[in-house]
């Protein structure tokens, strides 16, 4: 499990759920050079996770990152991340 990096003021970095096991906290990297997300692009992702209705949080009770479903508007989901800490977005 990764645990959401704090900076000096105490806010943290994006993580999100490992989308090979759809369990472990994963943290969201970034390009330190032009500070854009790293994606893995046209993933589709998997249909592992957890469907308990409530977002899983790291080592400190920090929440991964969520948002709605794109099916109903309504349910919200666990991001993905691949291994690689690539954000998996599918624009294709």
């Known amino acids: 499990m990764s645990n959401a990096k704090p900076d ?5 970095t994006i993580i999100g759920i490992l989308n090979t ?4 906290v994963t943290r969201v990297q970034t390009n330190p ?20 209705g409530l977002a ?5 009770g920090k929440p991964v990152w ?11 989901i666990e991001v993905y991340v691949n291994s690689s800490g690539q954000l998996l977005i599918q624009s294709t």
């Open 8 to 12: 000096g003021n105490g806010k943290t």
């Open 21 to 24: 096991d759809g369990a472990t």
């Open 66 to 76: 969520t948002a709605l479903s794109s099916v109903d508007g309504k349910t919200i």
């Open 33 to 52: 050079s032009n500070h854009a997300l790293e994606v893995s692009n046209g993933t589709t992702g998997s249909d592992n996770g957890n469907n308990a």
């Open 56 to 60: 899983q949080v790291d080592g400190n």
